[in-house]
């Protein structure tokens, strides 16, 4: 929140007289203090520069003296000659030095006075300081209400371009919408059409299929009318042939019957009879296939109703599909039309934003510049009432008393009693038993009485008289913030950064190398140090650089990808962690990125150098834009410590492990979780990816190296036979697994199959760091008792081993005995 001064009454004593001053416009009649200050200094000024001219005069007089001494000397020196010469020198030299005695007794005496008058003026000086320092804080005051005035407009100008800017955009955006929709309609209609028109020429082909089943059917149900008609009309004739012959048998027998005798009317009788069977048979063989004749007529009449059927409905799809194929090309050509007037749309409001949006670019610019103004003026205004006890600083006063004595118990992670002290916004919202600080009213203010009773901070020594009149002040006062400091902002992050102890120049034992790291060319070696980095030549050992200014212990080293500066992880345990980077060649510090409440133990560049990734004790995952050192993600998605960070080859991913026994695989720009694999089982320390992106890397307390997938986090495979815990991984790009581990050694495995391929022996102690550069093939390890050794990477044999620390000179054989 920013805030101004209430006007403030101030009575002074000057010469005798009460003088009260406003926080406001003085009258034009009374001069202010700082002109009367101004007239005392000059006062004193003309007594100071009368002194100068009476040592003038006096040096003048002395050299006189020195130049008729001389001459006095000379002319003693000549008496027999010039007496007369010599005497009148010497009343001369007795002259000036009455003149020298005079002209001293008369410096003395304006040294005196100028003394007095000094110490006159610094009195009137001191009365009047309160006064000259409250014109200050209203003049300061004045100028940054007129800033405050200035922002104020340029903000409502912005916002006013703004607005009308995301009318426009609004308004180009839904031109887009359109634009987008024609297109994916026109896509969706251009790739309908072949589909439609194959429909159609199968439509065409079904129905030309179904139009000669249609007249194949026809011509079999002429076929079965004609048969049935053919076996009606047999039918008929056969049964005319039977009535005849039947009209002969009955003749022919009856005349039989009236001769039996007579052979001729029995032979008549007997071949009528036979006549009248056969007759009787082929009546019942017509009546049999009119009856099959009458069965496949209807089946043909059924058949052809069928095909029939079959062929409108072949030819309404015919049809359907044509109009389909028809309506589908009419739609393409609209929505072409749609697409080119589309477009033409969004060109035309793309070209009316532009303007607007350059012209709100530059009031952004410019709105930027008056706050920045504003904000250094009113911080200035800030500072002066800071002398006249109208303001605190909470960054640079009371932020560091909370983040010292109170922080241990009331962070994010221990909020006891749900007070989560970490930022200005949690201290003012309070905890479980309300608000805790009342601004303006100290005496009421829980956070005052806790600490001004020694109730807090619990278990430790209580608050100085001093640290506990700061924080009642700051309550008094308002409790507000500094101008231009982020309400959210851990206090780590704002109080005042000091300077890291400087290191040792001689070790007098050495330190556990936790990290490091070669130069991208292979020819420096960077290491941990206790409160630095150090730089050896990577060929011989020796060392060649100290970057200083660091937490005391170096758990994290990565070189940009051009060699030129150097980012560096550490902390100091439970107390403090940072990240900071550093020019290689002169050690500058040129940016401190984070700061936090205990140990940062990892740091890794982007492949392309531009972002930095963090992780720590305090859980968390931190981005940042190396440029400019903003901080583009907060990823709080694990349960315990952050040990290991590692970027995919393309640097969309970023991939941890922690000591929650879990790796998890992010996405670099969102920060979404993508996978968690977990089957460790322990804690993880070392993390990173193949050189194809396709596979995740991990290793830690359970011995083991697993190869997992990162779309599913299912294990692809794992390399067992470690005898201890894993420290750190490297895996290169051509497929090469390199780790270290509590077990002492080095190992150098294939990617591809977990094939053990070296085992670097030589350390005494576990070894907690690994690095390798591909051009000189070379291998480099630390251990815990200080040393680094350089391996061939390729045979696996020792080059070069040496104790990194400065002037460390180990025990002599006689010494130890």
Request: hydrophobic letters at 45%.
């Given at each position: 929140m920013l805030w101004t001064p209430k006007p403030v009454q101030l009575s002074v004593v000057i010469a005798g007289v009460v003088c009260i001053a406003l926080a406001g416009p003085l009258s034009a009649a009374e001069p202010?203090?700082?002109?009367?200050?101004?007239?005392?200094?000059?006062?004193?000024?003309?007594?100071?520069?009368?002194?100068?001219?009476?040592?003038?005069?006096?040096?003048?007089?002395?050299?006189?003296?020195?130049?008729?001494?001389?001459?006095?000397?000379?002319?003693?020196?000549?008496?027999?000659?010039?007496?007369?010469?010599?005497?009148?020198?010497?009343?001369?030299?007795?002259?000036?030095?009455?003149?020298?005695?005079?002209?001293?007794?008369?410096?003395?005496?304006?040294?005196?006075?100028?003394?007095?008058?000094?110490?006159?003026?610094?009195?009137?000086?001191?009365?009047?300081?309160?006064?000259?320092?409250?014109?200050?804080?209203?003049?300061?005051?004045?100028?940054?209400a007129?800033?405050?005035?200035?922002?104020?407009?340029?903000?409502?100008?912005?916002?006013?371009?703004?607005?009308?800017?995301?009318?426009?955009?609004?308004?180009l955006?839904?031109?887009?919408?359109?634009?987008?929709?024609?297109?994916?309609?026109?896509?969706?209609?251009?790739?309908?059409?072949?589909?439609?028109?194959?429909?159609?020429?199968?439509?065409?082909?079904?129905?030309?299929?179904?139009?000669?089943?249609?007249?194949?059917?026809?011509?079999?149900?002429?076929?079965?009318?004609?048969?049935?008609?053919?076996?009606?009309?047999?039918?008929?004739?056969?049964?005319?042939?039977?009535?005849?012959?039947?009209?002969?048998?009955?003749?022919?027998?009856?005349?039989?019957?009236?001769?039996?005798?007579?052979?001729?009317?029995?032979?008549?009788?007997?071949?009528?009879?036979?006549v009248a069977a056969s007759t009787a048979a082929a009546a019942k063989a017509d009546a049999e296939k009119i009856t099959a004749a009458t069965a496949a007529l209807a089946a043909a009449e059924k058949k052809n109703k069928d095909a029939q059927t079959a062929a409108a409905a072949a030819t309404k799809a015919a049809t359907d599909a044509t109009a389909?194929?028809?309506?589908?090309t009419a739609q393409i050509e609209t929505l072409k039309t749609t697409v080119a007037k589309a477009a033409e749309s969004v060109k035309k409001a793309d070209a009316d934003a532009q303007p607007v949006?350059?012209?709100?670019?530059?009031?952004?610019?410019?709105?930027?510049?008056?706050?920045?103004?504003?904000?250094?003026?009113?911080?200035?205004?800030?500072?002066?009432?800071?002398?006249?006890?109208?303001?605190?600083?909470?960054?640079?006063?009371?932020?560091?008393?909370?983040?010292?004595?109170?922080?241990?118990?009331?962070?994010?992670?221990?909020?006891?009693?749900?007070?989560?002290?970490?930022?200005?916004?949690?201290?003012?919202?309070?905890?479980e038993q309300g608000d805790t600080v009342l601004p303006h009213d100290g005496e009421n203010s829980n956070l005052f009485l806790l600490i001004e009773d020694g109730s807090m901070p619990e278990d430790s020594d209580p608050l100085t008289d001093e640290e506990i009149a700061i924080v009642k002040k700051w309550i008094d006062l308002g409790a507000v913030i500094d101008a231009g400091v982020s309400p959210d902002a851990s206090l780590a992050t704002i109080i005042p950064k000091l300077p890291q102890p400087a290191s040792p120049e001689s070790?007098?034992?050495?330190?556990?190398?936790?990290?490091?790291?070669?130069?991208?060319?292979?020819?420096?070696?960077?290491?941990?140090?206790?409160?630095?980095?150090?730089?050896?030549?990577?060929?011989?050992?020796?060392?060649?650089?100290?970057?200083?200014?660091?937490?005391?212990?170096?758990?994290?080293?990565?070189?940009?990808?051009?060699?030129?500066?150097?980012a560096v992880a550490a902390g100091t345990p439970a107390q403090m962690g940072e990240v900071k980077l550093f020019d290689v060649a002169t050690g500058k510090l040129l940016r401190d990125f984070v700061t936090s409440q205990d140990s940062i133990y990892t740091v890794k560049l982007s492949p392309d150098g531009t972002r930095l990734a963090v992780g720590g004790a305090d859980r968390a995952i931190r981005v940042f834009e190396v440029a400019t050192g903003k901080q583009q993600l907060i990823i709080e998605d694990h349960a315990d410590w952050v040990m290991d960070l590692a970027w995919s080859p393309?640097?969309?991913?970023?991939?941890?492990?922690?000591?929650?026994?879990?790796?998890?695989?992010?996405?670099?720009?969102?920060?979404?979780?993508?996978?968690?694999?977990?089957?460790?089982?322990?804690?993880?320390?070392?993390v990173a990816f193949s050189g194809d992106n396709k596979q995740v890397i991990t290793a830690g307390r359970d011995k083991k190296i697993r190869i997992w997938n990162p779309e599913n986090a299912k294990q692809i495979r794992e390399i067992a036979g470690f005898s201890n815990e894993i420290n750190e991984i490297v895996v290169t790009p051509e497929g090469k697994i390199f780790s270290c581990g509590a077990d002492k050694l080095g190992h150098e495995h294939t990617l591809a199959d977990g094939k053990a391929v070296h085992e670097f022996k030589g350390h005494n102690d576990w070894v907690y760091t690994i690095t390798y550069h591909p051009g000189t093939k070379r291998v480099a390890t630390g251990s815990y008792d200080g040393e680094i050794r350089v391996w061939n990477a390729e045979d696996g044999k020792s080059l070069l081993n040496f104790i990194a620390a400065p002037g460390y000179k180990p025990p002599s054989a006689t010494a130890a005995k």
């Open positions: 202010t203090a700082r002109e009367k200050a101004a007239t005392l200094k000059q006062q004193a000024d003309a007594a100071a520069a009368k002194v100068t001219a009476a040592k003038k005069a006096a040096s003048k007089i002395a050299s006189q003296e020195k130049t008729l001494a001389k001459a006095a000397d000379a002319a003693r020196d000549a008496a027999s000659k010039a007496a007369e010469a010599a005497k009148k020198a010497a009343d001369a030299l007795i002259t000036a030095q009455e003149a020298l005695k005079n002209a001293q007794a008369g410096t003395v005496a304006a040294q005196k006075a100028a003394k007095t008058k000094n110490q006159e003026v610094q009195t009137e000086l001191a009365k009047l300081q309160p006064l000259i320092d409250q014109e200050i804080v209203v003049e300061l005051t004045a100028v940054a007129e800033a405050e005035t200035r922002r104020a407009a340029a903000e409502k100008v912005f916002q006013a371009s703004n607005e009308k800017l995301k009318a426009l955009q609004t308004a955006q839904a031109a887009k919408t359109v634009e987008r929709k024609a297109k994916a309609d026109l896509a969706a209609a251009e790739k309908d059409l072949p589909t439609k028109t194959e429909a159609a020429k199968k439509a065409t082909e079904a129905k030309t299929a179904a139009d000669a089943a249609a007249k194949a059917a026809a011509d079999a149900l002429k076929v079965a009318t004609d048969a049935k008609a053919a076996a009606e009309k047999a039918a008929q004739m056969t049964a005319a042939t039977a009535k005849a012959t039947a009209g002969t048998a009955a003749s022919a027998a009856a005349a039989a019957a009236t001769a039996p005798e007579n052979k001729e009317l029995a032979e008549l009788k007997t071949l009528t009879e036979k389909a194929v028809t309506a589908v949006r350059d012209e709100t670019a530059k009031l952004q610019l410019a709105l930027n510049t008056i706050t920045t103004e504003h904000v250094n003026k009113l911080q200035a205004s800030q500072r002066a009432m800071v002398k006249t006890d109208q303001f605190v600083m909470f960054s640079e006063q009371v932020a560091p008393i909370f983040a010292k004595r109170c922080l241990a118990c009331h962070n994010a992670r221990t909020a006891k009693g749900r007070y989560n002290m970490e930022s200005f916004a949690g201290i003012i919202k309070g905890g070790y007098r034992v050495p330190m556990p190398i936790t990290a490091l790291r070669y130069s991208p060319d292979g020819k420096t070696l960077a290491s941990a140090g206790y409160h630095e980095v150090l730089l050896f030549n990577a060929a011989d050992g020796k060392r060649t650089a100290r970057i200083g200014n660091l937490a005391e212990r170096v758990y994290g080293i990565d070189f940009a990808p051009d060699g030129k500066t150097i393309d640097g969309a991913k970023l991939a941890s492990a922690s000591r929650d026994k879990t790796s998890k695989v992010f996405d670099a720009v969102k920060g979404d979780s993508l996978v968690t694999f977990s089957s460790h089982g322990e804690p993880v320390f070392g």
